[in-house]
């Protein structure tokens, strides 16, 4: 383990006040994140908003660079947007979908993407189907390779769904993808700050992620890769001035790049922020940070195990730094508000957020405690004992 403890609880203000396990809604921000959009602010409030923005253009561009060694990608395959799911649509929404398409997703999808494949299916006729896992909540990675036909437009698959602390096998569906020549989606916005991410080695073509949850980023800011080989196959949703060209009373033409999925107005002291956020993880190191949510989200699971009336959902032994679980008896909700009363942060799963899963498993609402690399054991016992005080 070689994570700085010290420093970095020391750059995290927000420890000092409450015990945050909210890390997969929105993590506690450094103060450093927090300094380079207060900073961005005043400028704007003191020089105007587009003078400040060129001002800082080295600043601004170096957030693509930053993003893309995260990922293992070329600054050019990065857009910056709004939050993970505008990434997602503006990729997904730009396929050249046709009726009978077929796009291949998981058990556990997310809500906002699986009603985009079933407004697909409405608009275009496509068909989505679910690729299955075993009663151990694996993939079974051979039923899919049985599925493969040339009606499969999109393998699209969530990296790590919002509950359960599963971690889907993306590199392995990344190989049949490639395997197949078929495009491959990725929802990183759970794992972008807790796992690392290398898109060579997932083998995807396009991958969307948001700044607010495990990269400690400010809200409101997210990204999307494209690789180059596919950007000039994707016409996205909608466009302006800054995506494409305005050429004649007839004519337009796109950015050949990531660009292409961005618009012009956007935060910019949000995206400062973001890239010094996620200079901040890369400076800790993705694998040490991914080693210390482990270590502090199996400690947690040890510590719930002990309390008979606590079911923890986890459904594959894969799993990370989100612990979800139900109290026989007792409400998600009502224990979520009472235990912020004693400041500590967790928050509830509902069942329609991962629609399938929680229907093959019968889940209520759940408890959400996810961890992340400066949340520590002490934090973790104080949350463990108030549980235990208003279950018992
Ligand atoms: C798996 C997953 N994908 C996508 C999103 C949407 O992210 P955003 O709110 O940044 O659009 C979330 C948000 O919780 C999520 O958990």
Known sequence: MTINKEKIYADTPGKKNIIHLNNAGASLMTQQVLDAQIAHLKLEASIGGYEAAAHRKPEIDAVYSSVAKLINADPSEIAIVENATVGWAMAFYA???????????????????????????????????????????????????????????????????????????????????????????????????????????????????????????????????????????????????HSAKWKSATEYELADDARKFENW??????????????????????????????????????????????????????????????????????????????????????PDSTLLDATKNKLPDLIRASVHYYNDEEELDRFVEQLNRLIT
Request: net charge neutral; aromatic share 6%; hydrophobic share 40%.
């Open 265 to 350: 107005e956007n935060n910019y002291a949000a995206k400062l922020g973001f890239g010094v956020a996620v200079d901040y993880a890369l400076d800790i190191g993705i694998e040490d940070i991914k080693a210390r949510i482990d270590e502090l989200a199996n400690y947690l699971r040890r510590r719930l195990q002990r309390i008979p009336a606590i079911n923890i959902h986890a459904i594959s032994e894969n799993q990370c730094g989100i612990v979800t679980f139900a109290v026989q008896g007792q409400k998600a909700s009502y224990l979520v508000n009472e235990l912020r009363k004693k400041k500590i942060n967790t928050s509830v799963s509902t």
């Open 95 to 241: 396929i050249d979908f046709a009726p009978g398409d077929r796009i291949l997703t998981v058990e556990a999808e997310y809500v906002s993407n699986y009603v985009a494949y079933l407004h697909m299916v409405r608009e275009k006729g496509v068909k989505v189907e679910v690729i299955p896992s075993n009663k151990d909540g694996n993939l079974e990675l051979d039923m899919l390779e049985n599925m493969i036909d040339d009606k499969v437009k999109l393998i699209s698959a969530t990296h790590v769904p919002t509950n359960s602390g599963l971690v889907n096998p993306v590199s392995k569906l990344g190989a049949i993808a490639r395997k197949y020549n078929i495009l491959f989606l990725v929802d990183a916005c759970q794992s972008a700050g807790q796992i690392p991410l290398d898109v060579e080695e997932i083998g995807c073509d396009m991958l969307s992620a948001t700044s607010r949850k495990y990269l400690r980023g400010p809200r409101g800011v997210g990204f999307l890769y494209v690789r180059k080989s596919v950007t000039g196959k994707l016409h996205p949703p909608i466009i302006d001035l």
